[in-house]
């Protein structure tokens, strides 16, 4: 099975960066459509953002500008680099992968096969 590993999620203030790292083994990177995803404790997950293995890059209206999503497919890891990181930020983020897609939908989380564990982001002063 394809495996997913997330890492990065730390405590950091509001209006600060942070980068996320998703590994992915098993297959290569670029077989896969990529998506961040995000969930609150009794919470249904959020798309945050989505990658193709081409040059699709979507995002949620509430990270667009802030959140940025991109491939090292040398070292089959996708990142989520997240700036001016509010509050509602607050979340445990997970990275999921999908068939390769000529386009890729942040909603489409049933469309998603695979799952990392999350990694926990925390937004605090």
């Known amino acids: 099975q394809l495996q997913l590993v997330e890492s990065g999620g730390v405590l950091v203030q509001p209006g600060g960066s942070l980068r996320l790292s998703c590994v992915v083994s098993?297959?290569?990177?670029?077989?896969?459509?990529i998506g961040w995803f995000r969930q609150a404790p009794g919470k249904e997950r959020e798309g945050v953002s989505c990658?193709?293995?081409?040059?699709?890059?979507n995002y949620a209206d509430s990270v667009k500008g802030r959140f940025f999503i991109s491939r090292d497919n040398a070292k089959n890891t996708v990142y989520l680099q997240m700036n001016s990181l509010k509050h509602e930020d607050k979340d445990v983020y997970y990275c999921?992968?999908?068939?390769?897609?000529?386009?890729?939908?942040?909603?489409?989380?049933?469309?998603?096969?695979?799952w990392g564990q999350g990694t926990q982001v925390t937004v605090s002063s």
């Open positions: 999921a992968a999908d068939e390769p897609r000529v386009y890729c939908d942040v909603a489409g989380e049933a469309e998603y096969d695979y």
């Open positions: 098993g297959r290569p990177l670029n077989f896969y459509n």
């Open positions: 990658s193709t293995p081409g040059v699709i890059r």
